[in-house]
Each structure stands twice: as C-alpha cells, then as structure tokens.
C-alpha cells in the first residue's frame, strides 16, 4: 500500500501478556517514530529511528517497553508484562526527509 | 521543546473561513512551525508548515507573525469533514539532534463544524 501500515487495529490483552505491534513504514523512508495516545490526549512520543539505528528512546515509559528496526524497515514495539495504564493507541509514523510525517491509523491495545 | 498554546475548542459553520490560532512565544529561530489534524479514530494528518514566510497548500493556508510568536491556520471554506483536533506543533530541525526532529503533540484545539 502506499501509506503506512500498522497492525493490529485492535488487540486485547489480559495483564501480565506480552504484546507486539508492527509498523510497516512508507518504503524508502528513513526515518520512523512510535508514539502513544491515551483516550482524550495528544499523542506522546514514544521512540525514533534512522534506519536501523534508534536515535532517541526518551519517551518509553519503563524498561517493559522495547522497539527495533533490525533492518531499517519494518519496526516493532514489544510491551512486556502489560498493565492497565499501557492501554492506549500506538501510532507509529515515517518521514521521507521534507518535514512532513506520516502517521497509520495505529494499535489499539487494551488491556484487561 | 518549545511549547504552542491553542484553544481547547472552536466552533464554526459549514462553507465559512475558519481561523485557528496558535501562540509559541518561545520560538526558535529553527523551529518550523508545523499543523497536524486528526479526525476521529485516525492517525494525524499533516496538514500544513512554514518558517517565516505565509504558506498555502490545497488544503489551508497559514499565516506566520512578523515576529513568529504566533500563526493562524486559515481554512477558507470549512466543511463536515474538517471537524478534527488541530495540532500547532514547533519542530526544530535545525540542531545536530536527530532526536530533537520529533513532533511534541500539545492537546490541539477540537473544532466543530455546524451543518
């Protein structure tokens, strides 16, 4: 497809699981960002890539949470040991480089 | 970051120019300034950005202060499918810091737009 891809839409976890959320970027773009959207609130950045290389893993919220770009394409954001407070949309975006970020619809995560 | 002031909400009518207004006082001299919209249970949607000079694109224009500490997303006609929360969004891509090329989201202004 031509924009970005994320998958799930929707995933429900009982607390305690471990989940993954995929990020299929634009093709060709360097550069990928994950942020975190509670219900009613602007999105939080969450983690930056370029390429492959995570620049900028400032905003993940604890050490549950871990995301990687092995091949500076796809990204995967992995929560560990989810609790009620990661429940939330995941938006990940990719940037060809003119200033303009494209987002995905992005992953509900609910957790139970 | 530099932060960016918005309305919580603003209201207008179907067919009329809608002006959302943004204060950043704080501003940089490389701080772009950045609008971002987000419609209901969607990703954000670029929308518009300039430096200092005004700008327009098909879908808004913006407005930039003399002296950058505040601008104005100007769409010129509104329609139903303009109703999103508007995000006034500085970006710094001036700086050696590749992280600091990251979009910092306030909480926007929710615009209404009446049939």
């Known amino acids: 497809g031509a924009g970005v891809s994320q998958s799930p839409r929707y995933k429900v976890a009982k607390r305690g699981q471990d989940v993954a959320l995929r990020c299929d970027p634009i093709s060709g773009h360097v550069s990928l960002f994950w942020y975190q959207q509670a219900l009613g609130q602007g999105p939080e950045f969450l983690t930056y890539?370029?390429?492959?290389?995570?620049?900028?893993k400032s905003g993940l919220p604890s050490d549950r949470f871990f995301a990687e770009r092995p091949e500076g394409s796809v990204s995967t954001l992995k929560i560990q040991r989810t609790q009620q407070e990661d429940s939330a949309v995941y938006l990940c975006?990719?940037?060809?480089?003119?200033?303009?970020?494209?987002f995905g619809e992005g992953s509900r995560l609910t957790v139970l | 970051d530099a932060k960016t002031t918005q309305p919580n909400s603003m209201e207008s009518n179907e067919e009329e120019p809608v002006h959302l207004p943004c204060n950043h006082s704080?501003?940089?001299?490389?701080?772009?300034i950045h609008w971002y919209r987000q419609l209901p249970s969607q990703g954000p949607e670029y929308v518009i950005h300039?430096?200092?000079s005004n700008v327009n694109n098909r879908m808004a224009s913006l407005a930039i202060a003399e002296d950058r500490k505040s601008s104005t997303l100007i769409l010129h006609r509104a329609t139903l499918r303009d109703a999103a929360v508007y995000y006034c969004?500085?970006?710094?891509?001036?700086?050696?810091?590749?992280?600091?090329?990251?979009?910092?989201f306030g909480q926007g202004t929710r615009l209404t737009i009446n049939p």
């Open positions: 969004i500085l970006r710094d891509v001036g700086g050696g810091d590749q992280g600091a090329q990251k979009l910092v």
């Open positions: 975006a990719s940037d060809a480089g003119t200033g303009e970020l494209f």
């Open positions: 704080t501003i940089s001299g490389t701080d772009y």
């Open positions: 300039g430096l200092t």
């Open positions: 890539f370029q390429n492959e290389a995570q620049l900028d």
